[in-house]
């Protein structure tokens, strides 16, 4: 059974920083991609950040400069390492796994396979 958890979301201040992590089990860890999405109340779902399985291809949506994504493979766990938060920065964020070597596409969430269930992140003016 494949299981994906975030974990690290939380109330900070504008331009606070944050960490998120991400841990999968049940999957074979090195086929697949994986991003951080994250959906705002009242708005659509939006990509964030993809890595791939080796961390040679990384994509950024918006947040650029300001967070950074990495993987640690011993630990089948991700990381957004988010800095100089800003208001329109809260939502929620999910974590999901792609079967896929690349990041190619990667903005397009109804190809994942695995998702976590999210956790908020909230930043205050």
């Known amino acids: 059974q494949v299981q994906v958890v975030e974990s690290g979301g939380g109330l900070v201040e504008a331009g606070g920083s944050l960490t998120l992590s991400c841990t999968a089990s049940g999957l074979t860890w090195l086929d697949y991609s994986m991003s951080w999405f994250r959906q705002a109340p009242g708005k659509d779902r939006e990509g964030v950040s993809c890595i791939d399985p080796y961390g040679a291809d990384i994509r950024y949506l918006k947040v650029k400069g300001r967070f950074t994504i990495s993987r640690d493979n011993a630990k089948n766990t991700i990381y957004l390492q988010m800095n100089n938060l800003k208001p329109e920065d809260t939502a929620m964020y999910y974590c999901?796994?792609?079967?896929?070597?690349?990041?190619?596409?990667?903005?397009?969430?109804?190809?994942?396979?695995?998702w976590g269930r999210g956790n908020q992140v909230t930043v205050s003016s």
């Open positions: 999901a796994a792609k079967l896929r070597a690349d990041c190619t596409y990667w903005w397009e969430s109804d190809d994942y396979n695995y």
